[in-house]
């Protein structure tokens, strides 16, 4: 079987999670440092090109200050993802408020502090304006949902049942309504599918929002100054998997600008992304050990991770490379289920996985976890969340989020029930 490369020694691993304890999460500061650079020079054919980092992929405010020291923004689905980018040291000019079901409270914090509005719902028009004096941010976009004119995938959906975006035909009503309304500079986003490593798709979304732009400047009389192609770039999680080359993706998009925009006479767009996954995904670990092996009627490695440190492999059947220290090199000669200690059956890294023989206290790694693995976890069965590291390039590590403790996890908990009055 192919297998993949650590960006830490072995022995060194071994060291370390000897020191600190498993499980927890480990991040390659410089394989991510180095990827970020790479996809921000692939693009720098746009002026202003940015990349909203999604938040919701590794919020950890030490990661989004890394990403901001590089030119990154972020892209923020909630209000403490908002608070986490202001703490990074972001400006609002450079963070993306997704809106998606957004209740009066969170609209007027973003409101307030200036970060771009990015509206997922015509609904929300009547609530910008209520909570905001009858007028538009002067900057303002809309999510577009394509429905039958495009397909998603397992993670999104197909955007027919999508609960994300506007509509082709409510589209132009927005644009209208919130020119207005006072804004003046708009932007236009989508997203559509995630985790997609057919390159032609991320064209063929360029190519549909490039269209709109048309549209909606002619229908509208609306100038669409930015488009974001939104994330859904996806990473290689099967060892025999490629990438999509960001060089090769940009040069394809750049044609098409050529082509749609500029042979056209539009004015000038800046193009943007909201990637997270793509970002930091194949440079997180999850590091755990090996409790027991059980014989039954199948064979389960027992680890002590569970899927409160990540969730994928139970929510999506997603694959997650798994590695046994030290054992690289020997034959996949077993198979096992991986699993965690939850009450649950589906709580499995893996099922029916070869790998080599494990033994009780081997130690255990996970691949491809800087994305949606420490920021999806929970606390059933009060497993208590574990600590993120990030692994410097000079070879040592930093503590970036300690681990929960029992205070932690009782700390909303009122020992004593006070009474609460309604009349």
């Known amino acids: 079987m192919a297998e993949k490369k650590l960006f830490i020694e072995d022995k060194m691993l071994k060291m370390f999670a000897g020191k600190v304890g498993t499980p927890f999460h480990l991040y390659d500061e410089r394989g991510i440092e180095e990827n970020a650079k790479n996809f921000l020079d692939a693009f720098s054919w746009s002026e202003g090109f940015v990349n909203y980092f999604a938040v919701k992929a590794l919020p950890n405010v030490n990661i989004v200050r890394l990403l901001s020291s590089l030119g990154f923004g972020a892209d923020c689905s909630s209000l403490p993802e908002l608070k986490t980018a202001l703490k990074a040291g972001l400006p609002p000019e450079k963070i993306m408020y997704t809106s998606n079901d957004t209740p009066d409270e969170e609209f007027r914090e973003v409101l307030e502090t200036g970060a771009i509005l990015n509206l997922d719902d015509m609904t929300h028009i009547e609530d910008i304006l209520r909570l905001n004096d009858g007028k538009f941010p002067e900057v303002i976009s809309f999510r577009y949902n394509p429905g039958p004119g495009r397909t998603g995938n397992v993670i999104i959906g197909n955007p027919v049942e999508a609960k994300y975006g506007v509509t082709y035909e409510q589209l132009f ?91 056209k006479g539009l004015p000038p767009l800046r193009i943007s992304f909201e990637c997270g996954r793509a970002i930091t995904g194949p440079y997180g670990i999850l590091v755990s050990k090996v409790r027991h092996v059980a014989r039954k009627y199948k064979t389960f490695v027992g680890l002590d991770a569970s899927m409160a440190d990540l969730m994928r492999p139970a929510l999506y059947g997603a694959y997650h490379h798994i590695a046994i220290l030290g054992k690289e090199d020997m034959e996949c000669s077993e198979v096992y289920d991986v699993t965690g200690s939850l009450c649950e059956n589906n709580d499995k890294f893996a099922i029916d996985r070869r790998l080599p023989p494990v033994e009780k206290g081997d130690i255990v790694v996970i691949f491809d976890t800087g994305a949606h693995g420490h920021s999806m976890g929970f606390n059933y069965n009060a497993k208590l969340r574990s600590a993120e590291y990030l692994y410097k390039g000079d070879g040592s590590f930093v503590k970036i989020r300690r681990k929960e403790t029992y205070e932690d996890y009782i700390a909303t908990e009122l020992d004593v029930p006070e009474e609460v009055a309604i009349l």
Request: charged residues 30%.
């Open 173 to 263: 009503d927005c644009y209208r309504i919130a020119k207005e309304k006072g804004a003046r500079k708009f932007m236009l986003h989508t997203m559509v599918a995630s985790n997609e490593l057919e390159e032609d798709y991320i064209v063929e979304t360029a190519r549909m929002l490039f269209s709109l732009v048309g549209e909606i400047k002619e229908k509208c009389g609306v100038r669409i100054s930015q488009v974001d192609l939104g994330g859904g770039i996806g990473i290689p999680y099967r060892p025999e998997e490629d990438g999509i080359d960001f060089f090769h993706l940009s040069s394809r998009i750049k044609e098409l600008y050529v082509q749609m925009i500029e042979e």
